[in-house]
């Protein structure tokens, strides 16, 4: 016998989309079946799309010690109300950052009773923390995150090879994936117009990030340690990902939401909340992008999610030398990719690889989480992938509201989450924190 039955005519399941109905018992999917009794009691979806909950795991959420920023419960909030299930947290942007044993723990004390979706966590590898490695792999962290080039934060200093020489032995035997920025900062030309957008782009060129996946890929392939190049936004790289990928190497590579929605032909000078790094580029650029995520050459698609008060972004000045790089896109990973997707006739399989099964693949988490299969949790979104809505600060539910998404009319409205077959999100309604904490084992 099972809890909950859900029926639809487009379940998205790993064989393909299909009508089924999804039976789930004890928060586990039990079976997918097409027909049942007819006095069976059913939810039923009818033409809306039904998936697996989202994995995102490139979000930075600020708690503790910068609540101020973000913390856990909005953060999770808004990922609910957007369809994503599990998350993992990077190390960098609470106070202190996750580098150590006693910061994680006190990182953990601070997510429980506050999460509305599950949450997972990188670890940080900065210089001389090599001896917190091991500490932190027995503490459950999923893996690790580094940076080529500065943070953003003092307190999470980037690391050089010869620091990733030290800690990579290490990640290879436990087969946890190093995480890594890629970018090798050069010289900089002093900018002349704080406020240009050409300005900032020119500040941080392709080159930077192809040097430094040129490094990782060296270090992928001499230590066979599962190398992860988070938010790609240089199509110069594809071809050596792509022999990389070609050699065997374990190498997985992400892009991000905005690199493939927005173009910088596009973005007005002087408009702080499209400031990330590495930076959104040309519209070339980002086509190519596209097509090597449509390749399998790129992997998936992540938020990278990284809030900041507004009088961090600068917004009177427009001071894109000053404003924080990052934006605060969690609750609209979904629609915002279908958007831009819907364009280039992507299927929704080819979405289920990019949002769910791809990204819980470098979380660890793919025996139980981004399939809709017997045995898995029955995490799970419905979502309607014909109707629009208007990205405006009261749709969001983010501490803040500094987004270059507000005003855009995307495709893709999430109108029911679950987590282990309880519906927690309903509309705009949710029910209490009902996430779990997901330590490696």
């Given at each position: 016998m099972f809890d909950l039955a859900i029926k639809g005519n487009k379940v998205l399941t790993p064989e393909g989309t299909r009508k089924a109905i999804v039976l789930i018992k004890d928060g586990l999917i039990l079976d997918i079946v097409s027909h049942l009794p007819a006095d069976t009691p059913v939810i039923d979806v009818h033409d809306k799309i039904l998936m697996p909950g989202i994995t995102d795991p490139h979000v930075h959420i600020n708690e503790p010690g910068r609540t101020s920023w973000e913390g856990f419960e909005t953060a999770t909030k808004g990922a609910l109300a957007g369809g994503i299930t599990t998350l993992v947290d990077m190390p960098l942007n609470a106070s202190p950052v996750t580098t150590t044993v006693p910061a994680f723990e006190e990182k953990l004390l601070s997510a429980t009773n506050q999460l509305y979706t599950n949450c997972g966590f990188w670890g940080g590898i900065v210089p001389r923390n090599d001896n917190e490695i091991a500490g932190l792999i027995d503490k459950g962290v999923l893996g690790f995150k580094a940076f080529l080039t500065h943070s953003g934060i003092d307190d999470f200093p980037n690391v050089t090879e010869y620091e990733l020489r030290k800690v990579m032995p290490v990640l290879a035997r436990q087969q946890l994936p190093l995480l890594v920025h890629c970018e090798l900062s050069g010289p900089q030309p002093p900018v002349k117009d704080p406020r240009s957008y050409t300005a900032y782009l020119a500040s941080r060129p392709r080159q930077w990030e192809n040097n430094a996946i040129s490094l990782m890929i060296g270090l992928c392939e001499a230590y066979n340690c599962p190398v992860h190049i988070v938010h790609l936004s240089s199509s110069d790289a594809i071809g050596q990902i792509a022999r990389a990928k070609v050699k065997g190497l374990p190498l997985t590579v992400e892009t991000a939401q905005h690199y493939l929605y927005f173009n910088a032909e596009d973005i007005p000078d002087g408009q702080t909340a499209f400031k990330c790094a590495p930076p959104i580029r040309e519209r070339e650029n980002n086509s190519l992008l596209w097509e090597a995520l449509q390749a399998g050459i790129i992997d998936f698609v992540a938020t990278d999610h990284s809030p900041a008060p507004?009088?961090?972004?600068?917004?009177?000045?427009?001071?894109?030398?000053?404003?924080?790089?990052?934006?605060?896109?969690?609750?609209?990973?979904?629609?915002?990719?279908?958007?831009?997707?819907?364009?280039?006739?992507?299927?929704?399989?080819?979405?289920?690889?990019?949002?769910?099964?791809?990204?819980?693949?470098?979380?660890?988490?793919?025996?139980?989480?981004?399939?809709?299969?017997?045995?898995?949790?029955?995490?799970?979104?419905?979502?309607?992938?014909?109707?629009?809505?208007?990205?405006?600060?009261?749709?969001?539910?983010?501490?803040?509201?500094?987004?270059?998404?507000?005003?855009?009319?995307?495709?893709?409205?999430?109108?029911?989450?679950?987590?282990?077959?309880?519906?927690?999100?309903?509309?705009?309604?949710?029910?209490p924190p009902a996430g779990e904490i997901i330590l490696r084992s």
């Amino acid at each position: 016998m099972f809890d909950l039955a859900i029926k639809g005519n487009k379940v998205l399941t790993p064989e393909g989309t299909r009508k089924a109905i999804v039976l789930i018992k004890d928060g586990l999917i039990l079976d997918i079946v097409s027909h049942l009794p007819a006095d069976t009691p059913v939810i039923d979806v009818h033409d809306k799309i039904l998936m697996p909950g989202i994995t995102d795991p490139h979000v930075h959420i600020n708690e503790p010690g910068r609540t101020s920023w973000e913390g856990f419960e909005t953060a999770t909030k808004g990922a609910l109300a957007g369809g994503i299930t599990t998350l993992v947290d990077m190390p960098l942007n609470a106070s202190p950052v996750t580098t150590t044993v006693p910061a994680f723990e006190e990182k953990l004390l601070s997510a429980t009773n506050q999460l509305y979706t599950n949450c997972g966590f990188w670890g940080g590898i900065v210089p001389r923390n090599d001896n917190e490695i091991a500490g932190l792999i027995d503490k459950g962290v999923l893996g690790f995150k580094a940076f080529l080039t500065h943070s953003g934060i003092d307190d999470f200093p980037n690391v050089t090879e010869y620091e990733l020489r030290k800690v990579m032995p290490v990640l290879a035997r436990q087969q946890l994936p190093l995480l890594v920025h890629c970018e090798l900062s050069g010289p900089q030309p002093p900018v002349k117009d704080p406020r240009s957008y050409t300005a900032y782009l020119a500040s941080r060129p392709r080159q930077w990030e192809n040097n430094a996946i040129s490094l990782m890929i060296g270090l992928c392939e001499a230590y066979n340690c599962p190398v992860h190049i988070v938010h790609l936004s240089s199509s110069d790289a594809i071809g050596q990902i792509a022999r990389a990928k070609v050699k065997g190497l374990p190498l997985t590579v992400e892009t991000a939401q905005h690199y493939l929605y927005f173009n910088a032909e596009d973005i007005p000078d002087g408009q702080t909340a499209f400031k990330c790094a590495p930076p959104i580029r040309e519209r070339e650029n980002n086509s190519l992008l596209w097509e090597a995520l449509q390749a399998g050459i790129i992997d998936f698609v992540a938020t990278d999610h990284s809030p900041a008060p507004p009088e961090l972004k600068h917004l009177q000045s427009g001071d894109l030398t000053k404003a924080w790089g990052g934006i605060i896109s969690l609750q609209l990973a979904l629609p915002v990719l279908w958007t831009a997707a819907r364009k280039r006739n992507v299927t929704l399989p080819q979405l289920l690889q990019w949002l769910c099964e791809k990204p819980a693949r470098l979380a660890g988490t793919d025996k139980r989480k981004g399939k809709i299969a017997p045995g898995y949790d029955a995490d799970l979104v419905v979502w309607d992938a014909d109707e629009q809505f208007t990205v405006t600060s009261q749709t969001l539910y983010h501490k803040h509201k500094v987004t270059p998404y507000l005003g855009e009319t995307l495709y893709g409205v999430v109108e029911q989450t679950y987590l282990r077959g309880a519906k927690v999100y309903d509309n705009g309604t949710f029910a209490p924190p009902a996430g779990e904490i997901i330590l490696r084992s």
